[in-house]
């Protein structure tokens, strides 16, 4: 474990996106907002949940522009900074200066874990706008702990001030945690990160193996609001992290209010590691993969299980939300013949 | 006199990494009316640049200069081809322009005007220098536009998948300059009134054939007409990208009232036509996966092709 505060990172209104298909209110997101304001959380993350620019007929339309929600939600920010999300490929430099001018603080740079050096442009640019700089290197269960630190060493190399372990299929298991997060430790001098997903119940568990591993800053949504089985709960990882005197600054009480009186009672489709949520962790899909697969599945009559074994079959990442109809058209035709 | 002097038209191209090694061998072996006089490079121990000497073909290592210093072989040529990069190609274009050379731009420079050979290449013939876009407007303009010619199309996204082993430093560096030349030749040449392009770089492992996904909203349109649009455009493309083909049948939904919901435009009421493709290279030079780079050597062909036989008939 790190001397230094551990940094809390909240995801609720980013990765939470993804659950509610982008449909938060702007009202929604405030109320959400400010509670975990009053709780301290250090970053709040905002952007369409594939990132900033994410709009588009692939992965949703968000009901709002994101200009309307960071705007929204930084007028009742006292004590939290704001964080953003950007994938290389979906957003540009455009996007990060947008941000920028509406005040967002820190700025995550996503790309799949063997694909670092197309953040280049975008790690050199934040950094040119004095902002906080994250890699965040995604599905990073797919590849040798070994390969996932020269990619984060990319990072570093580009001027990011910390590098995660982005566990976007929720498909880590307990000692790769660990192994991951401590040869980041060892080989980087950046700040190391931990993002995860519930999808094999491992949510808390793993993000307590980070903090002891030595991560610096972890990841967590109020009520586990995020895609598939929703991320680490953060209320959850709270009551850990107090009960095993691990400082966070962040106060439990409003957290708990939070997931039961606002955020839980949005949740249309329940955050839960049901059936189809675990099988993402179970095949290693991505977890935004979830809410299209359940509605291609329907469209054209099939099993959704089916589609997220084949999707890990063919190897599909995050971004690639069009092979999921691909796959189901491809289901279909073998049913009928 | 040979009567095939008279027909071919002398040819530089520009750059010897992939694409420019692609193109001359494809220039070699598939276009008769195309010679190639001469390969320009910056590393005398360049692979294409070592390529193109044991196939018979002049060679320099000192750039542009080493084209434009060569009096002959300058003489001979009549159209260039630029694979080398957005930054090295405004000085090929002035030095090139001086010399009355016409110019195939395969970098995002994007001096001239974009040209998708099937949408609008006709429009564009007699300027000194035209753009190719990208590999990923190469392959999904043509279903755009082909839309466009029957129906309004408010908004055309495309999704191109390709594999990481086919992207190189250059593509990797600029990643934003094909997300941004994209969505713009969306615009500009397929005709939607609003373009968004994504790319994602698939790491897989036997390489995945590029893929690419068009979705478009129109205004509601006859469905078998827009069908029939797509698979005649699908074919004319493949004419000069033999591996380009559609994976599915066109997917229409239809969206009533209210519509689809797209912030900062309202409510839009439209067809969803969704547009499944895939793009298997030639493996000329580069490996049969990377239809993109092939997709773009092959248009580019093209679009030499037919600016020489412009000139020939001048």
Known sequence: MTDQKLIINDCTLRDGMHALAHQYTVDQMVEIAKKLDEAKIDLIEVSHGDGLNGNSVNYGFSRHTEEEYITAVRDVLTHSKLAALLLPGIGTREDIKMAKDLGVDTIRIATHCTEADISRQHIEYARSLDMDVVGFLMMAHMIPTSQLVEQAKLMESYGAHCVYVTDSAGALLMHETTEKITAMRENLDVQIGFHNHHNLGLGVANTILAIEAGAHRVDGSVAGMGAGAGNCPLEVLIAVTERMNINTGVDLYPLMDAADKLVRPLQQRPVQTDGNALMLGYAGVYSSFLLHTERAAKLHDVDPRDILVELGNRRMIGGQEDMIVDVALDLKRKKTT | ?314
């Not at chain 2, 429009?123 to 303009?141: F, K, L, R, S, W």
């Not at chain 2, 191109?160 to 030349?181: C, Y």
């Not at chain 2, 209210?258 to 969803?272: A, S």
Request: a negative charge.
């Open chain 2, 1 to 314: 006199m040979n009567t095939s002097e008279n027909t071919t038209t002398g040819v530089a191209i520009l750059g010897s990494g992939n694409i420019g090694t692609d193109l001359l061998i494809k220039i070699q072996e598939k276009c008769p009316s195309l010679h190639v006089e001469m390969m320009v490079g910056i590393d005398p121990d360049s692979d294409g640049l070592a390529k193109a000497r044991a196939r018979g073909v002049k060679t320099t290592h000192e750039g542009i200069d080493g084209l434009i210093n060569d009096t002959d072989v300058l003489e001979r040529t009549k159209i260039v081809f630029d694979a080398t990069s957005a930054g090295a190609h405004a000085r090929h274009h002035e030095l090139l322009t001086a010399h009355g050379k016409r110019i195939v731009d395969l970098t995002p420079a994007a001096i001239g005007p974009y040209v998708v050979p099937v949408a609008n290449l006709k429009e564009h013939i007699d300027q000194p220098n035209v753009n190719m876009v990208t590999c990923g407007g190469q392959a999904t303009i043509p279903i755009i536009w082909a839309l466009s010619q029957l129906t309004e199309v408010f908004y055309g996204e495309i999704v191109a998948s390709i594999s990481s082993r086919s992207a190189g430093p250059g593509t990797r560096a600029n990643i934003d300059e094909f997300t941004v030349t994209t969505s713009r030749g969306i615009e500009q040449v397929g005709g939607a009134q609003k373009g968004k392009a994504i790319i994602i770089l698939n790491p897989a492992d036997p390489p995945l054939i590029m893929r690419d996904t068009v979705y478009a909203l129109c205004k509601p349109a006859d469905q078998d007409k827009l069908a029939a649009a797509i698979k005649d455009v699908v074919k004319e493309v493949a004419l000069y990208v033999p591996g380009y083909r559609l994976v599915q049948e066109p997917v229409f939904e239809l969206f009533d009232e209210p519509g689809i919901f797209i912030p900062g435009t309202g409510h839009v009421t439209c067809l969803k036509v969704s547009t499944f493709l895939e793009v298997e290279g030639a493996g000329d030079y580069l490996p049969k996966y990377a239809g993109n780079l092939d997709i773009m050597t092959s248009a580019a062909m093209r679009v030499g092709e037919i600016i020489a036989k412009r000139l020939q008939a001048l």
